[in-house]
């Protein structure tokens, strides 16, 4: 069973007196900094010189250059995009670390596939969000909290797990709970979801836009149907709510004879998705995924240019858009 952890099992006194860097103002950044700041922490933003740094300055911080930031902290949080943060911690964090201080890591990729080792020395551990950034913060302020993967990978003054909790209680995540587990699980699991479950999915829906659609019914109201009303997202937070069984109750009961017996038809799919995605796991967990993500990447960033353009004329989007703005939906509500 996995370790699970609450408010209780950490205490805010652990913090006193330290300084928290956090490097990179973005979308965790300025959510985690914010929370921080709120929980009685001294907080200095490191941030380079964009208008990240001038909202860390509208919302009261006065940021520094990284490597400033790196140089009074006692506790450094590294927080700017996964690709860049090799070259930041060498240039900037690297530099300025002392023995006893503790490096935070959102995300177990970068140390959990080897591409940045922390000095012995250090502390190094691990605040996971299951949570975008703004996530983040709304649900600090809603007192809610969001879960996360945590973990210790290195601890040299024999105190990181204290801190580790002490941070997470913090930031607001022991609110809703935080599991234990090494880096590299925490980001197997992250990359798995991305590469496996995500695009698995996304050719399941791609099936039934194209049943739908080439039956000849009109693909507003395909989309509709599908995602764009929002009874399919309503539908999955009450089976986070509920449980998906419980959540099954709340549909008719034609709905229910319809999908229980019909269901059957689609276990044929499981045998090919479980070995593409066997396939998937393996690379990411023989580190394969992350040396080939790590070479070559303006070849890797064109790549990713040029599949953004695809997709942006695929028939698809512009049915969504035409469907966003008819049904004025997020964005397209001009609200
Ligand atoms: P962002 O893309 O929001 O960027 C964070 C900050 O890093 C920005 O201020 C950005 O400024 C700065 N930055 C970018 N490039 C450089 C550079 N070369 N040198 C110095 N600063 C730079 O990052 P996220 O908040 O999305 O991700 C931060 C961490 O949080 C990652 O480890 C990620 O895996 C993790 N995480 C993210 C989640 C999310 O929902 N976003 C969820 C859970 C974890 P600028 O763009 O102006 O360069």
């Given at each position: 069973m996995a370790t699970i952890y609450h408010d209780e099992d950490a205490s805010l006194e652990t913090l006193e007196g330290l300084t928290l860097a956090i490097v990179g103002y973005g979308n965790q950044g300025r959510?985690?900094?914010?929370?921080?700041?709120?929980?009685?922490?001294?907080?200095?933003?490191?941030?380079?010189?964009?208008?990240?740094?001038?909202?860390?300055i509208a919302d009261g911080f006065e940021p520094v250059e990284i490597d400033e930031a790196c140089r009074r902290a006692d506790v450094i949080f590294l927080l700017?995009?996964?690709?860049?943060?090799?070259?930041?911690?060498?240039?900037?964090?690297?530099?300025?670390?002392?023995?006893?201080?503790?490096l935070v890591f959102a995300h177990g990729y970068n140390v959990g596939f080897g591409l940045i080792e922390p000095p012995a020395g250090v502390d190094v551990i691990m605040v996971a969000p299951r949570m975008i950034g703004a996530g983040v913060r709304e649900t600090f302020e809603s007192g809610e909290g969001f879960p996360s993967f945590i973990g210790v990978h290195q601890d040299a003054t024999?105190?990181?797990r204290e801190r580790l909790l002490a941070l997470?209680?913090?930031?607001?995540?022991?609110?809703?709970?935080?599991?234990?587990?090494?880096?590299?699980?925490?980001?197997?699991?992250d990359l798995f979801t991305e590469q496996a479950f995500g695009p698995a999915f996304g050719s399941i829906m791609r099936a039934a836009v194209e049943t739908l659609t080439g039956a000849g019914f009109p693909p507003e109201a395909v989309l509709l149907e599908l995602?764009?009303?929002?009874?399919?997202?309503?539908?999955?937070e009450k089976g986070r709510q509920m449980g998906m069984r419980q959540q099954h109750q709340l549909h008719s009961h034609t709905s229910q004879y319809g999908t229980i017996t019909r269901a059957p038809r689609f276990f044929d799919l499981m045998p090919a998705a479980s070995e593409a995605m066997g396939q998937v796991l393996e690379e990411i967990r023989s580190g394969a995924f992350a040396r080939e993500w790590s070479s070559d990447?303006?070849?890797?960033?064109?790549?990713?240019?040029?599949?953004?353009?695809?997709?942006?004329?695929?028939?698809?989007?512009?049915?969504?858009?035409?469907?966003?703005?008819?049904?004025?939906?997020?964005?397209?509500?001009?609200?």
């Open positions: 959510s985690q900094a914010l929370n921080l700041r709120d929980s009685g922490c001294d907080v200095v933003v490191g941030n380079i010189d964009d208008d990240y740094r001038r909202t860390a700017t995009p996964d690709e860049v943060m090799p070259e930041v911690y060498e240039a900037c964090v690297a530099p300025q670390l002392e023995p006893g201080n503790t024999g105190r990181a997470c209680k913090a930031v607001g995540s022991l609110r809703a709970g935080c599991i234990d587990m090494p880096f590299v699980d925490e980001a197997t699991l995602y764009l009303s929002g009874e399919f997202a309503y539908s999955l990447r303006e070849a890797k960033l064109e790549l990713l240019r040029k599949a953004h353009e695809a997709a942006a004329a695929a028939p698809q989007s512009r049915w969504e858009d035409a469907t966003r703005r008819a049904f004025r939906i997020g964005d397209a509500s001009g609200s």
